[in-house]
């Protein structure tokens, strides 16, 4: 049984809850669970200690029985100091596309045709 430590959503609509359970990798998100491990609260404050509550003895145990922690709890995890930070993917979200750059260009050549125009003027 492949067993996987994640999230379990639960809370009404628009107002979010979840629990941190060892589950079957084969149940549905909000299935059937063995166990209930801790709780985030994502609508707390982040400098808040009820954001996140878990109980790291559990969560050692099924680390050690080969539990797999989903992409969220294992950040959940780092934090705590229970497992060691991931090198993680930098997708590149941040930068701009390609018309983008090409806008940007263009616009810093005409501002520096713009500061030179004066120059050259004062010049003669």
């Excluded at 941190?20 to 609508?43: F, H, K």
Aim: hydrophobic share 35%; no cysteine.
């Amino acid at each position: 049984m492949a067993m996987k430590i994640r999230l379990a959503r639960g809370g009404s609509k628009k107002r979010p809850f979840y629990r941190i359970v060892a589950a079957d990798s084969r149940m549905p998100r909000d299935g059937r669970y063995v166990e209930r491990l801790g709780t985030y609260n994502p609508q707390l404050p982040k400098d808040s200690e009820d954001r996140v509550k878990m109980d790291i003895e559990r969560v050692q145990h099924w680390l050690s029985q080969g539990a797999e922690p989903s992409d969220r709890v294992s950040r959940f995890l780092e934090a705590a100091g229970v497992v060691a930070k991931k090198e993680r993917a930098n997708l590149k979200k941040a930068v701009p596309g390609k018309k983008a750059q090409d806008r940007a260009e263009q616009k810093a050549a005409k501002a520096a045709e713009a500061a030179e125009a004066p120059e050259e003027a004062s010049a003669e």
